[in-house]
């Protein structure tokens, strides 16, 4: 077993809004570990994509995106994510109901994932990950040591994204943020390659009505429950 694999994941997946980001980077903070947002790989492609005029029929180009991203993580002074494309920062661009969408398009390209594949797996680093997506436990990390599926009811899922836009100023209506949430789940869930599906031995964890507390402290429940230690 290379040194790599013996570090610990948790898998975080679900459909968008049932507040994966938000309790993975809890998690990751409270146990010290490294985050993968996933996610930002695939919205960052669409991003690049798009500021290169490439569409998203040319999936050879696209993959080309994927396998040259220039991205970096860091966090802001208020803990919150921050994301550098060909060092630009590109955080509110990125977190877009376009950029969702055209991830969720260059998302269900094989190519694609295969060009992230690798970029994904060097996040695993000790003392270990916590790696949200939608196929974490089942393709990217699949030995993750706990694979938390969270879900939450379309209602909430789109109430809460209306407000995390509005909090930013972002002004979409629920209605259109509902049906948008719907496509893109249908899409995620039934596309060939890497679909949204829970994991075999995943763990079905609704956030609906509870509060990020709570459902962060279920996880860190599991966590020790299973005796899971950081390496190193
Ligand atoms: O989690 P998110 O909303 O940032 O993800 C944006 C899109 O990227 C989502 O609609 C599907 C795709 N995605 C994926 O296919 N696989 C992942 N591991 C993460 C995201």
Known sequence: MSRQQGVPVIAIDGPSGSGKGTIARRVANALGWHLLDSGALYRLVALAAERRGIGLADTEALAGV???????????????????????????????????AGASAVAALQPVRDALLSRQKAFRRPPGLV???RDMGTQVFAD????VFLV????????????????????????AL???IENRDRRDSERPVAPLVPAEDARILDSSGRSV???????????????IAGQG
């Open 152 to 175: 939450a009811t379309p209602e909430e899922r789109a109430k809460r994204r209306h407000k995390q836009l509005k909090d930013k100023g972002i002004d979409v209506s629920l209605a």
């Open 66 to 100: 994927a396998a040259d991203l220039n991205v970096r993580f860091g966090t802001g002074a208020d803990q919150d994510e921050e994301i550098w494309l060909d060092d630009e920062l590109v955080t509110e661009a990125a977190r877009t109901e376009e950029a969702g």
């Open 131 to 133: 790696a949200d997506g």
């Open 144 to 147: 993750a040591v706990l694979k």
């Open 178 to 180: 509902s049906r948008d």
């Open 213 to 227: 507390d709570a459902v962060t402290k279920t996880v860190l429940d599991w966590i020790a429950e299973l005796g």
